[in-house]
């Protein structure tokens, strides 16, 4: 029996972290399920997934291929501040090439059906089920092949096509475009450089508006930044960033680019068949630049929400993954929005920000939110000292 003889339960579109998580799930509810991915893709990413991650979805040791006890935070002065994570707490880092090959074959190996191609449409002949169309293999001059689906996740990245053609306002939010390159870390280490530890530059020379990173991947690193102003010399910035690190004579094994979503869009389904997922609904963390935590988290809930959808064969249901997920991280995200447009913007206020990292509260705070995924309620003592703190930074009566 070939694919097109078939009515899928659903078409997963995409198979990063979003699509590969939501395709497991379905399958292992016992639904037949299609994963369709472009192969060779990689995406620019830091590759830091925290514990929540880890346990949530049993990811092992083996992935991780380097463990950062903490952080050190550049200003644009040069002046630096260590974080550093207390308890023996660490964050893992992954190669995302090895990483997104794992979670597609667990998918697979859960009973979903990999199919390598790209995504073409989406048309509708019956009100049973809807035809996905793809051209087999990484380009659109592939063969051409359709297959049925009663359901598609859409969790085909930041660019979606599947939002574009089939969610109102699909195309509508914000992004930053990443840019970073995987060198292969010398033997003899350079002065500076720490393989347990996350280096962060809030410099405007790395990005006007974002970050740069330098982020230890065992035997490789990840050199990257990100910036949403047209016409940054990304390339450039990552030059300086090698320099600063004492990397510049490492060897560059890829070069990667691709834009980062930083606003949820504010609608994830059709309200008919399709429900987004991962970078396609937008859910990359605005100032840390974190996606992969939220793509599976979200490729989790539009998995529960297509269960209920086919189960009780309504379409609202769709609409759980986006308010699910809004409720449990919604407040985060307007956090981190703020952050950014404001600490982000200028190099004094970048300067000011650093300093406050410096603060024991706010990197307790900071490290405990950031490695559970919730926003930490229980101190209030803490809370207020951050407060009275950042008001003096705000107005100017703390020094830089």
């Not at 592939?142 to 598609?152: D, E, S, Y």
């Amino acid at each position: 029996m070939s694919l097109t003889d078939e009515i899928f339960d659903a078409a997963v579109i995409g198979g990063g972290p979003a699509g590969a998580t939501a395709a497991e799930y379905l399958a292992k509810a016992g639904r037949k399920v299609l994963l369709l991915d472009k192969a060779g893709r990689i995406k620019p990413c830091g590759g830091a997934i925290p514990p929540r991650l880890i346990r949530d979805f049993d990811i092992p040791e083996h992935l991780i291929v380097a463990h950062a006890r903490g952080a050190k935070i550049f200003a644009p002065s040069g002046r630096a501040e260590m974080m550093p994570i207390d308890d023996g707490g660490y964050v893992g880092m992954v190669d995302r090439e090895v990483f997104d090959e794992f979670l597609r074959t667990r998918a697979a190996d859960a009973g979903a059906v990999r199919e390598s191609g790209l995504f073409q449409k989406i048309t509708r002949e019956s009100a049973d089920y809807c035809t996905v169309h793809y051209h087999a293999g990484k380009t659109s001059s592939g063969p051409a092949q359709q297959i049925r689906a009663r359901l598609v996740i859409g969790a085909d990245g930041a660019v979606s096509a599947v939002a574009r053609q089939e969610i109102r306002g699909g195309t509508k939010t914000k992004h930053v475009f990443a840019y970073h390159e995987i060198i292969r870390v010398p033997e003899q280490s350079a002065p500076g450089w720490d393989g347990e530890r996350c280096d962060i530059y809030y410099q405007g020379a790395v990005s006007p508006d974002f970050y740069g990173w330098v982020f230890p991947h065992g035997e490789t690193a990840s050199i990257g930044t990100g910036s949403a102003r047209k016409g940054f010399a990304l390339r450039e910035a990552v030059g300086t960033l090698r320099e600063s690190a004492g990397l510049t004579g490492a060897k560059t094994l890829r070069r990667e680019g691709a834009p980062l979503p930083i606003k949820p869009l504010k609608t994830w389904d059709n309200g008919r068949d399709v429900v987004l997922a991962g970078d396609a609904a937008g859910v990359v963390a605005p100032a840390s630049g974190e996606g992969i935590y939220y793509a599976m988290y979200g490729g989790q809930l539009a998995a529960e929400a297509a269960e209920v959808s086919l189960a009780t064969q309504n379409p609202k249901a769709l609409a759980l993954a986006r308010k699910n997920f809004m409720k449990a991280h919604g407040q985060v995200f307007w956090v981190l929005g703020f952050m950014q447009s404001f600490w982000y913007s200028t190099d004094n206020r970048r300067e000011r920000f650093v300093r406050i990292c410096g603060d024991k509260d706010v990197q307790s705070l900071t490290w405990t939110a950031y490695m559970n995924k919730v926003l930490v309620r229980a101190k209030p003592a803490a809370h207020l000292r951050i407060f009275a703190k950042n008001i003096a930074h705000l107005t100017g009566l703390a020094r830089a």
